[in-house]
């Protein structure tokens, strides 16, 4: 079965961290991008990071730069998103998406596979 899994998210006070995982099943990573973004209620969804895994090059949105680190584990076939020094304002829903390809923008209408998102809330 083909599909992503996001793990990872919690709650947490501003200034803690998480780490979130996204799974690939069914297939492999290898020639795709993927791409970390959230929705907060009554807010669009936005890119938050993109690595292509071919070659590791990275994106990052500028509200989440020098906190956030997206990585992947090619034997695992599971990309990570490290995020440090939360803030209340980082509270969302993380959803990992895919596209055959490079993470040349990391919008969500360019992406066209999605995992179900996993919840992170950050309290003040």
């Known amino acids: 079965q083909v599909q992503l899994v996001e793990s990872g998210g919690g709650l947490v006070q501003a200034g803690g961290s998480l780490r979130l995982s996204c799974a690939a099943s069914?297939?492999?990573?290898?020639?795709?991008?993927i791409g970390w973004f959230r929705q907060a209620p009554g807010k669009e969804r936005e890119g938050v990071s993109c690595?292509?895994?071919?070659?590791?090059?990275?994106y990052y949105a500028d509200s989440v730069k020098g906190r956030f680190t997206i990585s992947r584990d090619n034997a695992k076939n599971t990309v990570y998103l490290q995020m440090n020094n939360l803030k209340p304002e980082d509270t969302a829903v993380y959803h990992c998406?895919?596209?055959?390809?490079?993470?040349?923008?990391?919008?969500?209408?360019?992406?066209?596979?999605w995992g179900q998102g996993t919840q992170v809330s950050v309290s003040s």
């Open positions: 998406g895919s596209k055959v390809g490079r993470a040349n923008v990391c919008h969500p209408q360019a992406y066209d596979f």
């Open positions: 069914g297939f492999t990573l290898d020639y795709y991008a």
């Open positions: 690595i292509t895994i071919r070659d590791g090059s990275t």
